[in-house]
């Protein structure tokens, strides 16, 4: 479970950081005033990142950060004015980055950063370069961003890694290695992983202004001449990794649903087929809630919206395993994969009853509630035809008087 600690001594920005950590992180954050405040949460949490203020009243001279960083907890300082003397001492301490407090908007740069390094977290890295001593200063440099990196001497090596790893979010990639370069490298990759799916940065060296546009016309999301700064490299990573995080939420959010938060309509349509041609057996179940209307009419729209988060609830957290979406006002949709009709039917048979006798709990009131299902043998025939059979199979189930199986 990730937690971040906030230490800022002042109430006003202390007050904005609490309102934009509500907003952008989906963790728990503690807000610290001072150093020995601070020391307290550390000695009672652990900490994924510290966010800290590099002057507080009781460790006026960046105590704070040395004593989250010698803690093992990455860090990004909060700072007021920032001269060289004072950046080459913050990067030396070995902080991930530093957000100079001049406006608003810094706070709010401050928290998507520590959103985003959470993301990274745990999150697989590439860096292919042919220098010994190139490749251990990016991959140093990337750890520091919480990625789990590991590194290829040239890009054939590469290519075979990210082959095996399609987990891979991240390839820093330079254009001049033996057996296949980093163009030969990029154009190779985005045969098969595509830009929203896996950033590409390619590095070129100082002079070979043309390299950098070719990377990116090969498929390539950024690029930065060598040598860098610190920050530079920094501040590029992010950004790019931003977007890919920008175009995943937009395209989880266009396949759930909100009310329930389970896959949609339009996700089941795209990927059901996929996942069950995996299989050789396969079953496919619509599950229908019975006299939902009646729900709404005695109790109200609001009554009904959250008798239908708690049925998908108990649909979700029965069938964990099993794709499942919300394919209608009051409908369902399950496919279990590799599970043949007859053990499908009993599964569901099972999860009827259990439906059955839950006492759903609608404006503080018990209630009850039934469902109707329908299931299909999903074999040697495509979804439209699974699905019709499913939902005729449903359909004979309501004229049976509901609350059965067929
Ligand atoms: N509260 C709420 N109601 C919804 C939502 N989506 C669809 N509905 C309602 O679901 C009801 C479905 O009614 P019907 O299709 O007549 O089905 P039913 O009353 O469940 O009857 P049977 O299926 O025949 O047992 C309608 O009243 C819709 O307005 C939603 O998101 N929230």
Redesign the pocket.
């Known amino acids: 479970m990730q937690r971040v600690l906030v230490v800022e001594d002042s109430k006003v920005v202390q007050q904005v950081l609490r309102h934009l950590s509500a907003q952008y992180l989906d963790v728990e954050v503690d807000f610290a005033w001072s150093l020995s405040e601070c020391q307290q949460y550390v000695e009672k949490h652990n900490y994924s990142l510290a966010l800290v203020d590099l002057t507080l009243p009781d460790a006026p001279n960046g105590e704070v950060a040395k004593f989250t960083l010698s803690n093992a907890i990455p860090t990004v300082v909060l700072t007021s004015k920032i001269d060289e003397y004072k950046r080459q001492q913050m990067l030396e301490l070995g902080v991930i980055d530093y957000v100079i407090k001049d406006n608003r908007d810094s706070y709010h740069y401050a928290i998507k950063l520590v959103a985003q390094l959470l993301r990274n977290e745990g999150c697989k890295a590439l860096v292919a370069d042919d220098s010994k001593l190139s490749r251990s200063l990016m991959k140093q440099m990337l750890e520091k961003q919480l990625f789990d990196v590991t590194d290829a001497q040239d890009g054939q090596q590469a290519l075979e890694i990210i082959k095996n790893n399609p987990n891979i979010k991240l390839l820093m990639t330079d254009y001049a290695m033996p057996l296949m370069d980093g163009f030969e490298l990029v154009k190779a990759v985005r045969n098969f992983r595509g830009r929203d799916d896996l950033a590409i940065i390619g590095l070129s060296g100082a002079g070979k202004h043309g390299l950098s546009a070719r990377f990116i016309k090969y498929g390539a999301n950024d690029f930065l001449t060598k040598p860098f700064m610190n920050e530079e490299f920094h501040c590029r990573v992010m950004q790019t990794m931003e977007q890919l995080s920008l175009i995943a939420d937009i395209k989880e959010s266009a396949y759930r649903d909100y009310?329930t938060g389970m896959y949609n309509r339009r996700y089941f349509y795209q990927y059901a087929e996929q996942l069950l041609k995996k299989q050789q057996h396969n079953t496919l179940a619509l599950l229908?809630?019975?006299?939902?209307?009646?729900i709404?009419d005695t109790l109200g729209?609001e009554a009904?919206?959250q008798a239908?988060k708690q049925v998908a609830t108990l649909i979700k957290t029965t069938f964990s395993k099993f794709t499942v979406a919300r394919v209608g006002?009051?409908e369902f949709a399950i496919i279990l994969d590799d599970i043949d009709t007859a053990r499908g039917r009993e599964y569901l048979e099972g999860f009827r009853k259990k439906l059955a006798k839950y006492e759903f709990i609608i404006d503080e009131k018990p209630h009850s509630i039934t469902i109707?299902i329908g299931v299909a043998d999903f074999q040697n025939t495509d979804l439209t035809q699974a699905m019709r059979v499913a939902d005729a199979a449903l359909y004979e189930a309501?004229n049976k008087g509901?609350n059965c199986v067929v």
């Open positions: 009310l229908d809630i019975d006299f939902f209307k009646s709404n729209h009904g919206d239908l006002g009051e109707s309501k509901r």
